[in-house]
């Protein structure tokens, strides 16, 4: 039986990688960029880090700046529209995944035929043609998107969060640059870090799990479960955030060649119905979405608490899995993540939703992927669990 895997064509590395930006665009035949990102990097003068190189290699790219912090079908559509502008041959995504997803669904849509809709795209879909190649320069260390054959939008009508996956979606290439973090504050350092190793932790406990996307989860879990901390303490520790970094990047292709399961399943309508940061809506699941799995996956689970020096090489499934748990909720504690019931969501309107929730988390197709597939009812539980 074969393995497929799926990558960025080159993946740029390290810091100061930024300045090698104009350079990979020479070696790809591109000229022509849409930058994508966001108002704040353009008003903290942030879009400068991009635009800055390019400028001295004679390349003066238009900037499509009005990403939202959940990327929307109305927003990829207006991107879109600015795409078809003036002639572009590439799209670079700066910024965290909001804009790297959102330049990743531009290049999509612009590629679909006349009335389709990004819905359309929606897994069970596969999402394999883009009109443009996209280039990801990520600004934090979590999403992993710029590695993924995913991304997500949500569909203003419906209020949900769409999973697109295919081939469109896939970077041409990234540069994964340390020292574009060192700004970021640290409760985005603490989201997007949880984020990075659930990902990792996800593809490695995933019905779908497979021995090349273990190398990467393997990689990474360690890279971040032993950095996160100094990296949210100390802003500027530059092996810390070089590790996140590098760490958020192999999980990304870690769960793009497996999958994720059930917190990301279900943490998707929780951003679409309430707005919470992807980052933080998985951190509020994490344990408890772990502890449901834990019979299940108990010898996946252990065998990760060993790979994060939580427990040592011998130790027995059990206690090994239960150190994993442990850990997941000390970092929750120590890097202050709320509650839904903390974050200011109001309890009925909390209640009122469970029953949708559960369903279009079903829906998405992550749970079926989880060591132990939920009902229903398990995920409204789960939910009323993770409450607070």
């Known amino acids: 039986m074969s393995v497929s895997l799926v990558a960025p064509r080159k993946l740029l590395i390290g810091g100061g990688a930024l300045a090698e930006l104009p350079a990979l665009l020479r070696e790809f035949g591109l000229s022509q960029p849409l930058v994508v990102t966001d108002p704040w990097m353009v008003s903290s003068g942030m879009i400068d880090r991009v635009l800055a190189p390019l400028a001295a290699a004679g390349i003066a790219p238009r900037v499509f700046s009005d990403t939202v912090a959940d990327p929307t079908d109305t927003t990829v559509a207006a991107g879109v529209a600015v795409l078809h502008e003036a002639p572009h041959d590439c799209l670079i995504g700066f910024g965290g995944g909001s804009p790297m997803d959102t330049a990743k669904a531009m290049a999509i849509l612009a590629a679909a035929a006349p009335g389709q809709h990004m819905r359309d795209f929606k897994v069970p879909a596969s999402a394999d043609r883009a009109a443009l190649p996209v280039i990801c320069v990520p600004t934090t260390a ?15 009508e419906r209020d949900e969060k769409m999973l697109i996956a295919g081939l469109g979606a896939l970077p041409l290439a990234a540069v994964v640059d340390y020292e574009l973090t060192f700004s970021v504050p640290p409760r985005i350092t603490a989201d997007t870090g949880i984020d990075s190793l659930t990902h990792a932790l ?74 919470v940061p992807h980052g933080l809506s998985n951190a509020m699941l994490l344990p408890a979405v772990t502890r449901f799995g834990l019979k299940a996956g108990q010898a996946r689970y252990a065998e990760a608490a060993r790979i994060m020096g ?65 009902e229903a009812e398990e995920i409204v539980a789960l939910y009323r669990e993770c409450f607070g």
């Open 142 to 156: 979590g999403t992993g998107s710029e590695a993924t054959r995913f991304t997500i939008v949500t569909d203003t």
């Open 202 to 275: 996800e593809a490695f406990v995933s019905k779908r799990a497979n021995p090349l996307s273990d190398l990467y989860a393997r990689a990474a879990m360690p890279l971040i479960a032993r950095n996160l901390r100094a990296a949210h303490a100390n802003p500027q520790d530059r092996a810390a955030r070089a590790a996140m970094m590098e760490g958020a990047t192999l999980a990304g292709l870690a769960f793009s060649n497996s999958s994720v399961a059930l917190v990301h399943g279900m943490s998707r309508p929780i951003g679409a119905h309430f707005h």
């Open 310 to 374: 939580l427990a040592e090489p011998g130790t027995p499934d059990a206690a090994a899995a239960d150190a994993l748990l442990a850990e997941l909720r000390a970092l929750n504690a120590e890097l202050g993540v709320p509650s839904p019931r903390q974050f200011g969501i109001d309890p009925a309107v909390w209640d009122s939703l469970l029953g949708t929730m559960a369903a279009q988390a079903l829906a998405s197709g992550s749970p079926g992927n989880n060591p132990r597939v939920p």
